[in-house]
């Protein structure tokens, strides 16, 4: 069974500009996670997906957004980008309404 | 989501069996109690999660007290490759979906 897939796997970026992040979750899975984890910090929730609609977010401000696809695919949109949005950016996916997740490898974004 | 506890670091020999504790004094009864670890640069992967009974599956076992508010997640045979942040989340209902990763315990297996 294939895992959950991101990519890019790294993204290099100017700041100010835009970046689209993509994340295909296991087969089966209906919800979606995204999570942000900059240089040695933790993991600090983002967002959260379930069957195409938005279902809870972190505090993060409104440039970064996202959505999910019928095929329950996501994609994370981060605009007006900022040196500190540098980051390894990770998705996850589960089953309805369980926390036991299972996370992509991450697409490393760098600002400069 | 309950509050969980963990400390910041930890030694084991390899081969030998690690256990990792987590305090989750605030948990409420409904609450289930998941394990997760991050090798370095990857991401999380999942471990186990219990609510009340002691859980086992292939990669370790989880030990919830009566009372639940500390559990212990036991890796019986530790390797080398075991070295990673080990992550106890409570995630809770009320929170639904936001899951708080704490700074977690750094297990380092020695040869």
């Known amino acids: 069974e294939a895992g959950v897939t991101q990519s890019p796997t790294h993204l290099i970026k100017t700041r100010g500009q835009q970046a689209t992040l993509r994340c295909s979750p296991i087969?089966?899975?209906?919800?979606v996670y995204w999570y942000q984890q900059a240089l040695g910090l933790g993991l600090q929730f983002l967002l959260w997906?379930?069957?195409?609609?938005?279902?809870n977010r972190g505090n993060f401000p409104p440039r970064f957004s996202g959505r999910q696809f019928p095929n329950y695919s996501s994609e994370l949109n981060v605009n007006a980008m900022e040196l500190e949005d540098s980051a390894l950016y990770l998705c996850a996916s589960s089953e309805d309404y369980t926390y036991e997740q299972y996370f992509g490898p991450g697409t490393r974004l760098t600002v400069t | 989501d309950a509050k969980t506890t963990q400390p910041p670091s930890m030694d084991c020999a390899e081969g030998r069996a690690a256990n990792l504790p987590c305090n989750h004094s605030t948990i409420s009864g409904n609450e289930y109690v998941y394990w997760y670890r991050q090798i370095h640069s990857q991401g999380p992967q999942y471990i186990i999660h219990?609510?009340?009974n002691n859980e086992t599956n292939e990669m370790a076992s989880l030990i919830i007290t009566e009372d639940r508010k500390s559990s212990t997640l036991i890796l019986p045979h530790a390797t080398l490759r075991d070295t990673a942040v080990y992550y106890c989340?409570?995630?809770?209902?009320?929170?639904?979906?936001?899951?708080?990763f704490g700074d977690g315990t750094t297990l380092t297996v020695k040869p």
């Open positions: 219990g609510l009340k």
């Open positions: 997906y379930d069957e195409g609609e938005e279902r």
């Open positions: 087969s089966g899975h209906t919800s």
């Open positions: 989340i409570a995630p809770g209902n009320t929170n639904a979906g936001k899951s708080t």
